[in-house]
């Protein structure tokens, strides 16, 4: 009866131990967060780590959702609804957007630079610092409200062929009157420009001088008589030397002239073709020591003697004075003078050159304007004015239309002779270049009126021989070894004849500067 209960024990035992072996080799079960129970904590100052593991968990969901609302934002190149991309290729592309477009309604972002635009030239009416062009003012008018400026004006006359016309005003470069001049004469201008006058006859130049010398003379003691002062000194250069250079020479020594081989001695300069009637030296020098006397004839300009002897007296430059703005002539096939082509060209010209690296280091170089490159380029830029130049040019059958194009002066060293080389360099890199935008191709050219001296236009389109008052000569007239008799004196109504003979040699071939 004792044996059986003992035995159950037993067995109930063995269960038991057998069970805890077996639950001892299976793998422990992992809980879920959610399923997770965690013992309720008393609220206390201190974070507990499920606080800390909770907060973060907020953050990062909370990151979650801020990122998922500006991926949202973001304009991808395919909806999401389009059935022919793959969802996971949209993911990556949508990945790619780093920031997301602006919201609607906000104004685009401004350039850091303000390039040139063709919009805006066809807008613009009137380029920068146009009053201050010297080229597109003509010579004042006589006061007839001075009784004095009167009374020196008739006095003028009665020496003088009268010109009325309004003329336009000449203005040339220091360079270019001391050109061909000695030595003495180019230091005296120089070192006191203000005390000297330039006088520049028409169709002048190394001709006039070697055939009528005295012709610069003969004008002064005019001006002399007629302003009342004392005789007014004239500087000019030595009469050049036309002898053959050739003679006494032997057959190898001889100096080839156009044409030739070359030469065995090169201390003689070869004599240039015809074009040594109109070579330099261009002007003589009149001292007038009275301020009054020189704003007066330098306000008339241009005096006329006769039919043929016809001077511009124009004052010496300085580093203070009127400078020349004169870059150059440009041409096109296109026939059109309105202001679309106008600005259609000068946005050729300038989006060209604002991006042309040998151009900016030349602005760089000469300009003394405030502000960065690009603010030194644009100011020179806005500049350049455009004006038609009225004549056609045809050869064969094609027409060439021109057009002017002026500049404000850039350079700013002390040295005036320095400073124009300088606008030259600069002047001479941009007529070089080629523009074109859309029909029209533009090239440039340099040009040099053989009548007048001018450079912003040249013989075809010189405006004083298009003047009806226009009393000098007519550079469109084609008369070879002609003798002129030039009656100063009695045309001006005065008693006696005084006859110079002058050798003018016109010729259409010699009147072509590039033109």
């Known amino acids: 009866m004792t044996s059986e209960p003992s035995e159950q024990t037993d067995d109930a035992l063995k269960k038991s131990k057998t069970n805890r072996s077996q639950s001892a080799h299976k793998t422990p079960k992992k809980s879920s967060p959610t399923n997770r129970k965690t013992p309720a904590r008393e609220n206390s100052q201190s974070p507990t780590p499920g606080a800390r593991y909770k907060g973060n968990l907020v953050d990062s969901e909370s990151d979650r959702e801020s990122e998922t609302r500006q991926q949202s934002a973001v304009h991808f190149p395919f909806p999401p609804s389009n059935p022919n991309i793959d969802e996971d290729q949209f993911m990556i592309t949508a990945g790619q957007q780093q920031e997301p477009y602006p919201p609607p309604g906000t104004p685009p972002p401004l350039p850091t630079v303000r390039a040139p635009s063709l919009v805006e030239?066809?807008?613009?009416?009137?380029?920068?610092?146009?009053?201050?062009?010297?080229?597109?003012?003509?010579?004042?008018?006589?006061?007839?409200?001075?009784?004095?400026?009167?009374?020196?004006?008739?006095?003028?006359?009665?020496?003088?062929?009268?010109?009325?016309?309004?003329?336009?005003?000449?203005?040339?470069?220091?360079?270019?009157?001391?050109?061909?001049?000695?030595?003495?004469?180019?230091?005296?201008?120089?070192?006191n420009p203000n005390n000297w006058l330039a006088v520049v006859p028409a169709l002048g130049g190394h001709h006039l001088f070697t055939q009528v010398p005295e012709v610069v003379d003969l004008f002064a003691s005019s001006l002399a008589e007629a302003t009342g002062c004392e005789e007014m000194l004239v500087l000019r250069s030595a009469k050049p030397q036309t002898s053959n250079p050739n003679?006494?020479?032997?057959?190898?020594?001889?100096?080839?002239?156009?044409?030739?081989?070359?030469?065995?001695?090169?201390?003689?300069?070869?004599?240039?073709?015809?074009?040594?009637?109109?070579?330099?030296?261009?002007?003589?020098?009149?001292?007038?020591?009275?301020?009054?006397?020189?704003?007066?004839?330098?306000?008339?300009?241009?005096?006329?003697?006769?039919?043929?002897?016809?001077?511009?007296?124009?004052?010496?430059?300085?580093?203070?004075?009127?400078?020349?703005?004169?870059?150059?002539?440009?041409?096109?096939?296109?026939?059109?003078?309105?202001?679309?082509?106008?600005?259609?060209?000068?946005?050729?010209?300038?989006?060209?050159?604002?991006?042309?690296?040998?151009?900016?280091?030349?602005?760089?170089?000469?300009?003394?304007?405030?502000?960065?490159?690009?603010?030194?380029?644009?100011?020179?830029?806005?500049?350049?004015?455009?004006?038609?130049?009225?004549?056609?040019?045809?050869?064969?059958?094609?027409?060439?239309?021109?057009?002017?194009?002026?500049?404000?002066?850039?350079?700013?060293?002390?040295?005036?002779?320095?400073?124009?080389?300088?606008?030259?360099?600069?002047?001479?890199?941009?007529?070089?270049?080629?523009?074109?935008?859309?029909?029209?191709?533009?090239?440039?050219?340099?040009?040099?009126?053989?009548?007048?001296?001018?450079?912003?236009?040249?013989?075809?389109?010189?405006?004083?021989?298009?003047?009806?008052?226009?009393?000098?000569?007519?550079?469109?007239?084609s008369v070879k070894d002609i003798r002129y008799g030039v009656q100063g004196e009695s045309e001006a109504g005065q008693e006696g004849l005084m006859v110079v003979s002058v050798y003018c040699y016109v010729s259409a071939s010699y009147f072509c500067f590039k033109c």
């Open 121 to 191: 030239e066809m807008a613009r009416t009137v380029p920068a610092r146009r009053a201050e062009n010297p080229h597109l003012a003509n010579c004042d008018a006589v006061s007839f409200q001075d009784p004095g400026e009167v009374m020196f004006y008739n006095n003028l006359e009665k020496h003088f062929v009268k010109n009325s016309g309004q003329f336009p005003r000449v203005v040339l470069d220091l360079s270019f009157l001391l050109e061909g001049q000695d030595d003495h004469v180019a230091e005296s201008v120089r070192n």
């Open 247 to 477: 003679r006494g020479r032997g057959r190898r020594g001889r100096v080839r002239g156009r044409g030739g081989r070359g030469t065995s001695d090169t201390s003689h300069t070869p004599k240039p073709a015809h074009r040594d009637h109109f070579s330099p030296p261009f002007a003589a020098f009149l001292e007038v020591s009275e301020e009054m006397l020189r704003e007066r004839l330098v306000r008339q300009q241009t005096f006329s003697k006769s039919k043929i002897i016809t001077c511009h007296v124009v004052p010496v430059p300085s580093s203070g004075s009127t400078r020349n703005w004169t870059v150059g002539q440009f041409w096109t096939m296109v026939k059109k003078y309105d202001n679309q082509a106008r600005a259609t060209i000068l946005y050729a010209i300038k989006s060209k050159l604002f991006d042309d690296r040998t151009f900016r280091s030349m602005v760089r170089a000469m300009s003394s304007a405030a502000g960065g490159l690009d603010d030194k380029v644009l100011m020179f830029l806005d500049t350049f004015d455009l004006q038609r130049q009225d004549y056609e040019y045809t050869e064969g059958r094609m027409s060439q239309y021109r057009w002017v194009l002026y500049a404000a002066p850039i350079s700013m060293d002390e040295n005036l002779l320095v400073r124009e080389d300088q606008e030259n360099g600069i002047r001479a890199y941009i007529r070089n270049q080629q523009y074109a935008h859309g029909m029209f191709a533009v090239q440039g050219t340099s040009m040099m009126c053989s009548l007048c001296k001018a450079k912003n236009h040249n013989r075809f389109a010189c405006p004083f021989t298009a003047s009806k008052d226009w009393q000098g000569p007519d550079a469109t007239e």
